[in-house]
């Protein structure tokens, strides 16, 4: 199995700044690694796949990054809205796809 | 716009059988997606239990393989989940998920499940 580790585990930011959090893969997943947004009591919502690809209604302030076993998710410019935990999830080798453990963004 | 429901009990006896259903709509679940369960323990992250084919193929999380069976009825447009031998560890948020591709597109709300005698 895969195994996904974010860092860091939160993220204290203030609005407007550039924020960058990381993933990386105990293994070559290639490009085929995405990141999912969670808020509290919701469920997760697609961001990007494909490394790069933003998903159908994602602003452009998000972006991603990276290969092989190294990634990034990019928010350029933190909204109110963003605050939130995001996963990364790699599937590449299944199963199990497998998700990272989160990163948690909280306002500074 | 596809949209996914969760049903099933919220109250399960440790050593039962976990059962959910996942109601789709917006478009007929034959139409070429795999479909998928993740859960969420309280305050903890995503675990990929497993996913099943209108045409019968099936997939599992190997660390739950033994007490998984996820299944699809085309006639209700509606697939299911069974976790058997539940324990106080199997207590999560239980989620249905379309696979396109291999991501997770659309996911239902989310369904809680406590194991507890």
Not at chain 2, 19 to 29: D, E, F, M
Not at chain 2, 30 to 48: A, D, I, N, T, Y
Not at chain 2, 73 to 95: G, M
Request: positive net charge; aromatic residues 12%; charged residues 15%.
């Amino acid at each position: 199995e895969i195994v996904m580790t974010q860092s860091p585990a939160t993220l204290s930011v203030s609005p407007g700044e550039r924020v960058t959090l990381s993933c990386r893969a105990s293994q070559s997943v290639n490009s085929n690694l995405a990141w999912y947004q969670q808020k509290p009591g919701q469920a997760p919502r697609l961001l990007i796949y494909g490394v790069f690809t933003r998903a159908t209604g994602i602003p452009d302030r998000f972006s991603g990054s990276g290969s092989g076993t190294e990634f990034a998710l990019t928010i350029s410019s933190l909204q109110s809205e963003d605050f939130a935990i995001y996963y990364c999830q790699q599937y590449n080798n299944w199963p199990p796809y497998s998700f990272g453990q989160g990163t948690k963004l909280e306002i500074k | 716009q596809v949209q996914l429901q969760e049903s099933g009990p919220g109250l399960v006896k440790p050593s039962g059988t976990l059962s959910l259903t996942c109601a789709v709509s917006g478009g007929p679940i034959s139409s070429g997606f795999w479909w998928s369960w993740v859960r969420q323990p309280p305050g903890k992250g995503l675990e990929w239990i497993g996913e099943a084919y209108h045409s019968g193929g099936t997939n599992y999380n190997p660390s739950l393989k033994s007490r998984v069976t996820v299944s699809v009825d085309k006639s209700k447009n509606q697939f299911s989940l069974e976790l058997s031998s539940v324990t106080a560890a199997d207590t999560a948020v239980y989620y249905c998920a379309r696979n396109k591709g291999r991501i997770f597109d659309y996911w239902g709300q989310g369904a809680p499940v406590t194991v507890s005698s």
